[in-house]
């Protein structure tokens, strides 16, 4: 599992993205993910969006989300009322990534574990 920042950020969303070398050649980046429900009846969507050292727009691009709400696997910890980690299946183009919450907090992780991406349904 690897923390979605900076130089992760560009690694593993650059494949989606079709921007890692533009981002790299910048430098510093803030990645940005901000997620959108329907009100009735209509695809869960989230954004990306990256962001240069001055704010910036480098890229952005809108991915569905799989479900009406996040994902959890069993058995969950005792984390409250709502359980994590969390999970939301974000996908572009026909490419799936699993973003990981582990808690509630300004950082999102992707995660690349084989079990997990299974247990979800990402892979067979």
Do not use: C, W
Request: aromatic share 8%.
């Amino acid at each position: 599992m690897q923390k979605f920042d900076t130089l992760t950020g560009v690694m593993m969303g650059g494949g989606i993205l079709g921007i890692g070398l533009l981002v790299l050649a910048f430098g510093v980046v803030t990645v940005t993910l901000s997620y959108y429900g329907p009100l009735v009846g209509s695809t869960r969507t989230a954004t990306v969006t990256f962001r240069g050292a001055k704010g910036k727009t480098l890229s952005e691009v809108v991915a569905n989300v799989r479900g009406r709400e996040p994902l959890t696997l069993e058995p969950h910890s005792d984390t409250g009322p709502i359980p994590y980690p969390s999970y939301e299946v974000l996908t572009v183009a026909g490419i799936n990534e699993v973003i990981e919450h582990r808690r509630m907090e300004p950082i999102f992780y992707i995660t690349d574990d084989p079990n997990v991406r299974r247990k979800l349904g990402v892979d067979r």
